[in-house]
């Protein structure tokens, strides 16, 4: 694991439990936009620092959807997945990657917060689109904030990919988005 990274979000964190034991709680929108926070980070950190320099600059490795079989470095959408899973099966919060572009049509909007919330950040992106849904019985908040290129890595890999829906993405492009889902009682 990254240890500054490891160190931010343990810094986090235990800024949110400080918040928490001194009022009542942590509202929802705020507890979902410290989510964001690490989760923002670490691909940044990851498409950067990791693809881009390696593949890119040095020349080490290459990133590869097939990874595991091409012994190479997953893609930060793959990265993404990867750990969202893990939170799924440790918590019963959920986070998710989506995009009306996506290349996998297994990661396109699913629901209609998720539909609505693309439309929303796509034309205001520094504003998360937030509300509450129901998914499988479970009442959650949600909150769903746009997923920018961050990388020429990022970029190159969704103009060039041959299934990609749209190959014309600059830096700074909203390319999707990050669904966080916190459970209600």
Known sequence: ??????????????????????????????????????LEANRAVYAEEVVHRLQDVEHVVRADEKFREEKALPLPSQMFRLAAKRVSERTSVRVALISPWAINK??????????????????????????????????????LYADRAVSEACIRCHNEHAESPRKDFKLKDVMG?????????
């Open 106 to 143: 297994a990661n396109m909007p699913a629901t209609d917060f998720e539909r609505s919330g693309m439309q929303a950040v796509v034309s205001a992106p520094d504003a998360p689109y937030r509300g509450y849904q129901t998914v499988n019985g479970k009442r959650y908040f949600s909150a």
């Open 1 to 38: 694991m990254n240890r500054p990274f490891e160190l931010f979000a343990c810094t986090l964190l235990l800024a949110a439990c400080r918040e928490a034991s001194a009022t009542s709680g942590i509202a929802p929108e705020q507890a979902a936009d410290y989510v964001h926070t690490v």
């Open 177 to 185: 988005g990050v669904v966080v889902s916190l459970p209600v009682e």
